[in-house]
């Protein structure tokens, strides 16, 4: 652990300049840092540290002085748990600090606590009772690092839900309830959130709560919550922090250098789900636009101190094109992908113009995200489309015929599925994707699909309709579809009823209510284009 020449010649410099000192050491017996403080002043950035995972140990232990001669305090014992060492040793006289003897340089060390981690959650680590320097000194160092690293990896394996091999992110959620949110609001957020982890392929471990009146122009949570989320990082052995809001590039690169960790916020996680589910070229596209314009001033900093290229939530998108590219070369990609936009955009432009020649109405089924808009255009028209319990499972727009009953006539309508909303989707989003949001404006009918199992119902069509206002060109008419009614209770079923008794009430999945569907379209459609 240490020998007791090298704690007496600690305990002399700490006499000389009545300072307590830190001293790092690897398991070679090097010394790597030495620093004049508290194990809490001298601790090692985040960034500087080895980073192996909850299983294992920095491999460095902290041989540490104090003026007093109590037991490591929490501040200690937390740098301990935040750098993962794989000891602490804090030097003291018996019954007081470091004094100067006489003028003498020669220090005096009498005990030592000895202090290390233990995979316990509630208390990550455990203290000695003071000891003498020859117990310390006689310590089987290697045998008790080797002995912690077997406890952490069995606590690992016994807690895990991962298969082996598997690199699933584990992931440390982070809300703040500010002012601004109601209690239920900001439950329902980091509920969907969680859900949009889920989608992206991580795995959510644990999540904290602050709240603040207003969010930390820094940190965005305060001073001590950092900290708290960095030991529980430590201690849980998650690789990647999700915060419920828009970060600040800035915040990002605070909150990476205090804690260690790579740092997303809820866009990010957004635009990793559209990496992975867009299939068209025009889908890829408008995906790798999204990215290039959200990641542009985020640029500075980035892969620099830290890597964020091993994959994972955040880290997918555009192939070749990494953090470091230049800011230059990212304008001239960007620039080209807008112009490639604007010719999918004038495309879809064409063969809306061709339609509408044939005179066949348009029916945009929108929606938001698992709402169940892609099962509904499968029950209807056994279109095949991908279907799951995700959030958008489904990103590239299907469009299929679908014959309904008009007044005169049989009609045949096309019916186009939609990208999913969500609250407060991310404007670069918005912005890639204004040529396939462009089908919402121009298609003759709104196809308003509600989930109305989820809680947030209400919400939701809230949303939905908060982001329709925002097109650029106003949609058509809309018709409200309330969908998997084989899931809700009677009082939720009369409360919708009763709140919109124009609606339609469905079972997509269980092909309830379809035929007044069809029925109710084709009354929409006779109204919206038939009539003058």
Excluded at 12 to 19: F, M
Excluded at 205 to 224: A, D
Excluded at 383 to 397: G, H, I, R, S
Excluded at 438 to 466: G, M, Y
């Amino acid at each position: 652990m240490t020998t007791v020449e090298f704690a007496q010649r600690l305990g002399a410099i700490t006499q000389e300049l009545n300072q307590p000192v830190c001293s790092y050491i690897n398991r070679r017996g090097q010394v790597m840092r030495v620093g004049v403080g508290t194990p809490h002043q001298t601790q090692i950035p985040p960034l500087e540290l080895p980073r192996y995972g909850a299983e294992r140990l920095s491999g460095i232990r902290c041989i540490a002085t104090q003026l007093n001669s109590e037991a490591p305090n929490e501040a200690a014992l937390t740098a301990m748990a935040l750098q993962r060492l794989d000891a602490l040793v804090l030097l003291s006289q018996t019954g007081g600090g470091f004094e100067r003897r006489g003028g003498g340089a020669t220090g005096y060390v009498k005990e030592a606590y000895l202090a290390h981690l233990i995979p316990h959650p509630d208390t990550p680590w455990t203290v000695s009772p003071p000891l003498s320097l020859d117990i310390v000194a006689q310590q089987d160092f290697l045998n008790l690092v080797e002995g912690l690293e077997a406890e952490f990896q069995r606590a690992m394996v016994g807690a895990s839900h991962l298969e082996p091999g598997s690199n699933q992110d584990q992931v440390l959620l982070v809300g703040l309830l500010t002012d601004k949110q109601s209690l239920q609001q900001f439950q329902v957020g980091l509920e969907e959130l969680a859900l949009l982890v889920e989608s992206a392929g991580g795995q959510v471990v644990q999540t904290l709560r602050q709240r603040r009146s207003q969010p930390h122009p820094q940190t965005v949570v305060g001073q001590g919550k950092v900290q708290e989320i960095a030991l529980r990082a430590q201690t849980l052995g998650v690789n990647l922090i999700v915060f419920d809001r828009d970060l600040s590039p800035s915040q990002v690169r605070n909150l990476e250098t205090q804690i260690g960790i790579r740092v997303v916020d809820r866009t990010e996680v957004i635009l990793d789900i559209f990496a992975q589910r867009a299939q068209s070229q025009a889908g890829k596209l408008q995906v790798e636009l999204a990215q290039l314009e959200y990641m542009l001033p985020r640029l500075t900093g980035r892969g620099r101190a830290m890597s964020r290229l091993g994959g994972g939530i955040g880290t997918r998108g555009p192939g070749e094109t990494k953090l470091e590219t230049e800011r230059r070369t990212i304008q001239r990609r960007i620039a080209r992908l807008q112009q490639e936009v604007t010719q999918l955009q004038a495309h879809r432009a064409r063969l809306r113009q061709r339609r509408q020649h044939q005179e066949v109405p348009s029916v945009a089924v929108v929606g938001y995200t698992n709402a169940g808009k892609s099962t509904l255009l499968n029950a209807l028209t056994n279109a095949e489309v991908y279907t799951a319990n995700q959030l958008f499972a489904t990103l590239d727009p299907t469009t299929r015929r679908l014959a309904v009953s008009a007044s005169t006539a049989p009609q045949t309508i096309l019916l186009t599925d939609t990208v999913g909303f969500i609250h407060e989707l991310p404007p670069p989003l918005m912005d890639a994707f204004r040529a396939t949001l462009e089908e919402v404006t121009e298609a003759d009918l709104l196809l308003h699909v509600v989930d109305l199992s989820h809680p947030a119902w209400a919400r939701h069509i809230h949303s939905v309709k908060q982001v329709l206002s925002e097109m650029p060109l106003a949609p058509g008419p809309a018709l409200l579809v309330f969908n998997k009614i084989d899931q809700v209770d009677s009082e939720v079923l009369a409360l919708a009823r009763q709140e919109f008794s124009q609606a339609v009430f469905i079972s997509a999945s269980k092909r309830l209510g379809l035929e007044t569907l069809r029925q109710k379209l084709g009354q929409m459609v006779d109204y919206a284009v038939v009539s003058p």
